[in-house]
């Protein structure tokens, strides 16, 4: 008997968890590379990567609470506030009285803020625009697909 499937088949479960276990393998050495080049090439602004992912998620969202954002990134709330800590005292973001929630301002982008984190997204779109290999939009949409899946699979583990 010969196999039938097609490329665009899904995948029986063993065979699905071996191949998702080859992107887990490449999502450790990838996110820690992009880790310490995202360092590389923000040094002269001085933004770690959490304080990156705080102005990130705040340029993404607008203003936000610290423990939204560490659900957003599964990050416990002490980092986070760590992050947010260091983004104030650099003038990049600040705390603004919440509505909702007498206790827990919300966080939000300075000018500063923003305009570091805009620059630094100009620099790796110059250095993301590199990759190359001939990759196609189908094959990002791919990627993003299985990396979106992978991570809506994993989204009942929180940090805290």
């Given at each position: 008997?010969?196999?039938?499937?097609?490329?665009?088949d899904?995948?029986?479960?063993?065979?699905l968890?071996?191949?998702?276990?080859?992107?887990?393998?490449?999502?450790g050495?990838l996110?820690?590379?992009?880790?310490r080049?995202?360092?590389?090439?923000?040094?002269?602004?001085?933004?770690?990567v959490?304080?990156?992912?705080?102005?990130?998620l705040?340029?993404e969202?607008?203003?936000?609470?610290?423990?939204r954002?560490?659900?957003?990134?599964?990050?416990?709330?002490?980092?986070?506030?760590?992050?947010?800590?260091?983004a104030?005292?650099?003038?990049?973001?600040?705390?603004?009285?919440?509505?909702?929630?007498?206790?827990?301002?919300?966080?939000?982008?300075t000018?500063?803020?923003?305009?570091a984190?805009?620059?630094?997204?100009?620099?790796?779109?110059?250095?993301?625009?590199?990759?190359?290999g001939?990759?196609?939009?189908?094959d990002?949409?791919?990627c993003?697909?299985?990396?979106?899946?992978?991570?809506?699979?994993?989204?009942?583990v929180?940090?805290?």
């Open positions: 008997m010969t196999d039938t499937r097609t490329p665009d899904p995948l029986p479960p063993g065979e968890a071996d191949r998702l276990a080859e992107v887990f393998a490449l999502v050495p996110y820690r590379r992009a880790h080049k995202v360092e590389q090439i923000a040094p002269a602004d001085g933004l770690s959490g304080v990156r992912a705080v102005l990130d705040l340029r969202h607008g203003p936000m609470t610290v423990p954002m560490g659900r957003a990134q599964a990050l416990s709330r002490q980092f986070v506030q760590r992050m947010v800590n260091d104030v005292e650099r003038g990049l973001a600040e705390a603004v009285p919440n509505p909702a929630h007498r206790r827990s301002p919300l966080i939000r982008l000018d500063r803020g923003r305009a984190v805009g620059a630094l997204h100009a620099r790796e779109q110059a250095l993301l625009g590199q990759v190359g001939g990759l196609t939009g189908a990002v949409d791919a993003v697909k299985v990396l979106t899946r992978m991570l809506a699979f994993l989204d009942d929180g940090a805290d």
